[in-house]
């Protein structure tokens, strides 16, 4: 008579269940690194393969050097990358460095007169009040911008300062040199963004501008509103020393001003 093992059906399903969850785990990795096959697959000129990091960190540098323009959203494979970055130490460092450098331009090349015509321009988001919270809770430039909800959210008034721009600031204060913001933020949100910028740190500036009714209905691009901007400043007698910005759209386009100055920004692209 046969023996018969009544432990084969317990044991043939502890298998299947161990199958089952090695193919589950092979499917995750797999997937969570296609991504990265793809860029491998890539080669340069010199056939060096490129990797994931090199990939989004190359992409991330031609963002900045303005190389890269329009995009609309960050590619799929650099999402994780950007927000890593945008909340890193490297941040940090980089953006602290623009910020010395402005201080170092201030004091060794702009002949201050005092007479009350010496100005600067920061833009706000992102310069002034950092956006990233809102972006980590939106898919850090993954996805297409909604305009209703970010302005929902700054609507709010809960962006939290950017501690470099704050010292750059409080620096040309002491200096008695005016402080102009321009924003492509738009009228709307005036009280909520001056109650932020106050809550923050940022108090004692001469003049915000923002975004009316109809610099939007004309069609006009946030580059020519600041350019706009810049061009009446300047036929009022302000000499413009200086702007800092997150967007080339905020420093580029006539007249300009002495020196411009940007900030690391891979997240959006505003023209």
Not at 142 to 161: C, D, H, V
Not at 226 to 243: A, M, N, T
Request: hydrophobic content about 40%.
């Amino acid at each position: 008579m046969p023996v018969v093992d009544c432990r084969l059906p317990f044991v043939r399903k502890r298998m299947a269940r161990s199958v089952g969850i090695l193919l589950a785990i092979f499917c995750f990795l797999l997937g969570s690194a296609a991504a990265d096959c793809n860029i491998l697959k890539e080669k340069g000129k010199d056939g060096l393969q490129i990797t994931l990091k090199n990939y989004c960190e190359a992409w991330r540098m031609n963002v900045e050097l303005h190389n890269i323009r329009d995009f609309d959203v960050v590619p799929d494979e650099c999402v994780s990358y950007m927000g890593k970055y945008m909340t890193s130490t490297q941040y940090r460092v980089d953006s602290e460095r623009t910020i010395h450098e402005s201080i170092v331009y201030l004091s060794t090349s702009c002949n201050l007169k005092k007479d009350g015509a010496d100005a600067w321009i920061f833009d706000i988001d992102d310069t002034l009040l950092s956006t990233v919270p809102y972006y980590k809770k939106n898919g850090f430039g993954g996805k297409k911008l909604n305009l209703t909800s970010l302005e929902e959210w700054m609507s709010k008034g809960k962006a939290p300062a950017l501690q470099h721009s704050l010292k750059l600031f409080n620096e040309l204060k002491s200096r008695g040199v005016r402080i102009i913001l321009v924003s492509s933020r738009m009228e709307h949100l005036r009280s909520a963004t001056v109650d932020n910028l106050v809550n923050e740190g940022f108090f004692g500036w001469n003049i915000l501008l923002l975004r009316g009714a109809d610099d939007a209905h004309a069609c006009k691009d946030i580059q020519g509103f600041k350019s706009d901007v810049r061009k009446q400043l300047i036929s009022k007698g302000y000499r413009i020393w200086g702007i800092l910005g997150d967007q080339w759209s905020s420093i580029e386009g006539l007249p300009s001003a002495n020196r411009t100055f940007k900030l690391p920004n891979p997240l959006y692209y505003s023209a």
